[in-house]
């Protein structure tokens, strides 16, 4: 694996593309416009709108190249064919062995890992323990407040 390579599911890859072409087509001639209005408006100085607009116009365009490099180093995860083995676009099911509850991840790329959507990054602790793990595998996962094991149940 390249290390350049940004890994995606192709979900992600449409997300990231659908956000990258609102900003370019949508979002940034609008900031652009309102750049061009607030200028008119007198000294910049002590121009609030305009100072706003431009800190908007660097915050899009600085996302738009984060997008862009992603984009253009984008590498699609295949769907998966084998649940032998957990990989990149797995569905996890654990068994929490120091809490005693249960839980599933879905292990994909960091940009589009979200952990609140149960999408964890294959980099992250826990993705790095999984990867390549087998139904039935302990693995241990090590967190700034100690140890903490994991029973793989399912793989999907």
């Known amino acids: ?3 350049k390579e940004t890994l995606l599911t192709k979900e992600g890859y449409e997300k990231l593309k659908k956000e990258y072409d609102t900003l370019v087509n949508i979002k940034r001639p609008v900031v652009i416009d309102t750049i061009q209005k607030t ?3 007198g000294d910049l100085s002590e121009n609030g709108g305009y100072q706003a607009a431009k800190e908007e116009q660097r915050f ?3 996302r738009i190249g984060e997008l862009e490099g992603m984009l253009k180093t984008a590498k699609i995860i295949e769907d998966r064919k084998n ?10 099911y654990l068994d929490s ?3 005693d509850f249960k839980v599933s991840y879905e292990l994909v790329g960091s940009a589009e890992a979200d952990p609140s959507k149960k999408r ?4 992250s602790p826990l993705g790095k323990s999984l990867l390549g793990a ?4 302990i693995v241990v996962v090590s967190t700034p407040v100690g140890d903490t094991k994991y029973k793989i149940l399912k793989i999907e």
Do not use: F, H
């Open 1 to 3: 694996m390249n290390k």
């Open 39 to 41: 200028r008119a408006m």
């Open 60 to 62: 899009v365009d600085r």
């Open 83 to 92: 649940n032998d083995k957990v990989s990149l676009g797995s569905t996890v």
């Open 97 to 99: 062995l120091n809490d």
């Open 120 to 123: 964890i990054s294959y980099e």
């Open 134 to 137: 087998k139904k039935g595998d």
